[in-house]
């Protein structure tokens, strides 16, 4: 079984809430059901909406980590796209 990897990356590091789950949004619907979107983004607000967003919106969150490498405070989330909205079933 081959590993996992992000089929795209998004920066949001700049933004503030609520452009960080809209950026990431966007990004989620150029990728594929399935596929996962690696987002990093600052701590805080941004990590605390974007990984509930994506689950409020059926996404998946499969990582959500520190990225110190990255730079002081930075976080790493790995979302996985869900199905699209009109694929979804609404009770």
Not at 50 to 74: K, T
Request: overall charge negative; proline content about 10%; glycine content about 6%.
């Amino acid at each position: 079984m081959r590993p996992l990897l992000p089929a795209a990356r998004l920066d949001v590091r700049a933004h503030a809430c609520p452009v960080t789950w809209v950026k990431a949004r966007i990004a989620l619907s150029r990728i594929r059901e399935g596929e996962v979107l690696e987002v990093l983004l600052r701590d805080g607000e941004p990590r605390e909406n974007v990984p509930r967003s994506a689950e409020e919106d059926g996404h998946r969150v499969l990582r959500l980590e520190p990225a110190p490498e990255e730079g002081a405070d930075i976080w790493r989330a790995w979302l996985v796209r869900g199905p699209s909205t009109e694929e979804r079933a609404w009770p």
